[in-house]
């Protein structure tokens, strides 16, 4: 996208803990945000994450029902990280944004 790795760094620095809120997901947002620079509605994004994780998006609602299956937090948001990051790969080369694999 042109930025330099401090600057995309220095963009998504208060993304973690739901946006240093238990508020909207970080991995999530973020993923909302390459999204829209290449100008790529979020509908196809929301509707696979909401049915992977139980119609949930939200930090707080996401972490709390990790909690509630007895899993650690770490594993759990860098796995979400992964998720919306592979997402968000995929939804771009089928817009043609991204070369194929």
Request: aromatic share 4%; proline share 3%; with cysteine.
């Amino acid at each position: 996208m042109g930025l330099t790795e401090e600057q995309a760094m220095g963009i998504c620095a208060n993304f973690g803990g739901g946006l240093k809120r238990a508020s909207a997901c970080g991995a999530i947002t973020a993923g909302i945000i390459v999204l829209g620079v290449f100008g790529i509605e979020p509908a196809e994004y929301y509707q696979a994450l909401r049915a992977n994780h139980d119609g949930m998006l939200d930090c707080a609602d996401l972490l709390r029902r990790n909690k509630e299956l007895g899993r650690e937090k770490k594993p759990h948001c860098d796995g979400l990280v992964f998720e919306c990051v592979s997402l968000v790969e995929r939804i771009l080369r089928e817009h043609g944004k991204l070369p194929a694999e």
